[in-house]
């Protein structure tokens, strides 16, 4: 099994910026991509942001040009740098595990982002 454990939400104002990391653990070998979603109140779970094993990022339009998804030297922490963040980036963050070994997804506990003045 894999687990994730998240970290780095908190409260900040319109326009700052706050790091959210990832820690993976367990059977990381055959973890095919990492990526992070989110779920703001009476939404569904959005992709936010994504990274393969080969390095390709994918990230959702609304976060384009402000967030940016990378991996640690060890390969199993992942950090979605968030910048000039709006009201509406407020969610729940959840980190997300793609296992080729297992053929599903693992999840994080979720960590809180709110952007607010």
């Known amino acids: 099994q894999v687990q994730l454990v998240e970290s780095g939400g908190g409260l900040v104002q319109p326009g700052g910026s706050l790091r959210l990391s990832c820690a993976a653990s367990?059977?990381?070998?055959?973890?095919?991509?990492r990526a992070w979603y989110r779920q703001a109140p009476g939404k569904q779970r959005e992709l936010v942001a994504l990274i393969t094993s080969g390095g390709s990022t994918n990230y959702a339009d609304s976060v384009k040009g402000r967030f940016a998804i990378s991996r640690g030297n060890a390969k199993n922490t992942v950090y979605l740098q968030m910048n000039s963040l709006k009201p509406e980036d407020t969610a729940v963050y959840y980190c997300?595990?793609?296992?080729?070994?297992?053929?599903?997804?693992?999840w994080g506990q979720g960590t809180q982002v709110t952007v607010s003045s």
């Open positions: 367990g059977t990381t070998l055959g973890i095919s991509s």
């Open positions: 997300n595990a793609r296992s080729s070994l297992y053929d599903r997804d693992f």
